[in-house]
């Protein structure tokens, strides 16, 4: 992952420090902003899903494997809906998911 667009992800998730998406709106404009959003926009979404299983009292089970380009395959399974959710996953993007408050005490050891 480009340097840039992970220090972008990793402020857009900063509640200390926000980036204001309005305020720096010529930084989401280039090919790097646009890739920061998708990140940050699906591991969002990702830790969402991972607080409100254990806002349930819930467990979401991680399950990974890694494919020949080198992407993590992460499969959560949701008790709460007898579901799963399926994402794939870049190494450096599965660090930043790990930084997320909650995320490592939720999958415990499964990270």
Request: glycine residues 6%; positive net charge.
């Amino acid at each position: 992952m480009d340097p840039f667009v992970r220090r972008l992800v990793e402020r857009l998730h900063d509640p200390a420090r926000p980036l204001s998406r309005n305020r720096h709106f010529h930084t989401f404009d280039t090919p790097e902003g646009r890739m920061a959003l998708k990140v940050y926009r699906r591991l969002n979404s990702i830790h969402k899903d991972i607080l409100a299983c254990v806002k349930e009292g819930r467990r979401a089970r991680l399950f990974r494997e890694v494919d020949a380009e080198g992407q993590h395959r992460i499969e959560l399974h949701f008790e709460r809906i007898s579901g799963r959710r399926v994402s794939h996953l870049k190494a450096a993007e599965l660090e930043l998911l790990a930084q997320l408050p909650g995320v490592r005490d939720a999958l415990e050891g499964d990270l």
